[in-house]
């Protein structure tokens, strides 16, 4: 899993590091809510799982849906 971020392209996809960070960043807080894997867990933690959903595209970033449940937690 960690094998495919050797390679930028994902990164570059995503528009960049920091948007990449972001959306693992938050995916992991969903997880961790209590959200349901994309991915099947195989004994993975949080962050392996996250990382995995973006790698196989199952997630997507937009900063419109970011926006608005950061506004809700407050």
């Known amino acids: 899993m960690i094998e495919a971020l050797k ?3 994902i ?3 995503l528009g960049g590091r920091f ?3 972001a959306l693992v960043q938050h995916r992991m807080r969903q997880l961790m809510d209590g959200d349901r894997p994309l991915v099947e867990r195989q ?3 949080d ?3 996250a990382v995995q959903e973006v790698v196989e595209g199952k ?3 937009t ?3 970011i926006a608005e449940e950061e ?3 407050l």
């Open 71 to 73: 506004s809700a937690e």
């Open 43 to 45: 004994g993975r933690t």
């Open 63 to 65: 900063m419109e849906e």
């Open 59 to 61: 997630i997507t970033y």
């Open 47 to 49: 962050f392996e799982v």
């Open 11 to 13: 990164v570059h996809e």
């Open 19 to 21: 948007k990449f960070t």
């Open 7 to 9: 390679d930028d392209k």
